[in-house]
């Protein structure tokens, strides 16, 4: 909140100490002063205006101070409120302190200054306790959030493990479907001869052999095909069980994991792609996982944000420059407003939903993949940068240091 923003209500049936305290304040800092004359209508105007600190006088026609404390107290507990009394009424200073008062000011107010000290150190104190409690209700998102996750990695990787036994076993079929051709061709080639001396050239068998070598052709390629993506899922499993840094090329991470991606239906079907990559060697020293995982977030984020585009586009470009590999993902998607740009970093902000909806397949998010994908790059001394604006798509880019 900025000082300007600030607004205390003064209550007291005192107009010339009301006026005081307004004069001063309005005209030694930015704070906006509220004047009410008396308690009933001080918590009207403390419920209307919902000021960030209370001055008010203990001594009142009707409904007293201690009456105003008790309701700022049970509404507003966080709201800071100052008492004010004349001097000899210690018993009163007491009370008021009990029952929540956060200061107490004698009156008459000989120096506004000594007013102003107790006002300003009682905001800081709402400052430091928002704070906190806002960083209690992030941690015990923060833990509850990162215990779903240490349980869905759990999952993972059991899962992870099943899957790679399963793939590792699918070899030796693939490789006998793959093989089958090769097997089957002579033979073919053996019958169709022997037809052909024996005058049959035009029989219906000859087709039907020419059939099957055609069937064992789509086989093939079929079997080629799964093999690939066996070999790449085999790949990102060992690389993502790596702890350690080693010499990586960048371009070859890259390509690994828009493979990979291959397996995402928007990825592979619904969004246009352009892979741009340098044609020199982009080396870098990290573990592997960490960058293949953060160009899986982003590229992850722009189909979020194009879910809704009938043109979506993805651009995925990489080069080299001033002793650091650099790489980007480009999306035609609606972009990101001034104010979330300011945010976008920041753990727990998204503008996704954190929870699926019943009625709605849409995205969702916990707002700590770029907040993630920040810290590592920053963990390697390298940068992250985005460009944005709205209508008009979003550009991250990844500058890591280069190896040598």
């Known amino acids: 909140m900025n000082d300007s923003d600030i607004k205390i209500l003064c209550i007291d049936d005192e107009p010339i100490v009301r006026q005081t305290i307004k004069s001063f304040f309005e005209m030694a800092t930015p ?19 919902i000021p960030d600190l209370v001055i008010c006088d203990i001594k ?21 409120i100052l008492m004010s009394s004349g001097a000899g009424s210690m018993n009163d200073a007491v009370t008021a302190m009990r029952n929540g008062a956060w200061d107490y000011i004698v009156k008459p107010i000989v120096d506004v200054g000594i007013l102003q000290v107790c006002v300003d150190k009682a905001l800081e ?3 430091v306790m928002k704070e906190n409690r806002e960083y209690k209700a992030n941690l015990e998102k923060m833990l509850d959030i990162r215990s779903k996750q240490l349980i869905q990695t759990e999952r993972q990787a059991v899962i992870s493990s099943v899957v790679q036994g399963i ?42 052999l020419l059939r099957l070598e055609n069937y064992l052709t789509i086989n093939t390629k079929a079997g080629e095909k799964l093999n690939n993506m066996v070999n790449s899922l085999m790949v990102k499993s060992s690389r993502d069980r790596e702890e350690n840094n080693k010499a990586c090329d960048l371009n070859v991470l890259i390509m690994q994991e828009v493979e990979f991606l ?52 993805i651009k995925v470009e990489s080069g080299k420059k001033n002793g650091y590999c650099w790489f980007r993902v480009t999306d035609n998607g609606p972009g990101i407003s001034e104010e979330n740009k300011k945010k976008i970093f920041d753990p727990f902000f998204t503008t996704k939903p954190i929870e699926k909806k019943e009625d709605s397949d849409g995205p969702i998010g916990t707002g700590l993949g770029l907040h993630y994908c920040k810290n590592t790059v920053n963990s390697y001394g390298g940068f992250m940068e985005l460009s944005s604006e709205e209508g008009k798509g979003s550009v991250f880019s990844i500058q890591l240091p280069e190896y040598k």
């Open 31 to 49: 704070y906006l002063v509220i004047e009410s004359n008396c308690g009933e209508n001080g918590i009207a105007k403390f419920d209307e205006e």
């Open 60 to 80: 009142m026609p009707g409904m007293n101070g201690f009456e105003v404390l008790k309701y700022v107290v049970e509404k507003r507990p966080s709201c800071p």
């Open 125 to 127: 104190k709402a400052k």
């Open 167 to 208: 793939v590792h076993n699918m070899r030796t079929p693939i490789s006998i479907s793959l093989g089958l051709k090769d097997l089957s061709m002579p033979i073919i080639q053996k019958i169709m001869k022997h037809i052909k001396k024996i005058g049959g050239e035009s029989s219906e068998l000859i087709e039907d």
């Open 262 to 313: 291959e397996s995402n239906l928007r990825f592979k079907s619904r969004v246009s792609k352009k892979i741009d990559l340098s044609e020199d060697i982009l080396p870098i020293y990290v573990i592997p996982g960490d960058i293949t995982q953060i160009l899986n977030n982003l590229i992850k984020n722009a189909l979020d944000a194009m879910y809704d585009c009938t043109d979506a586009e």
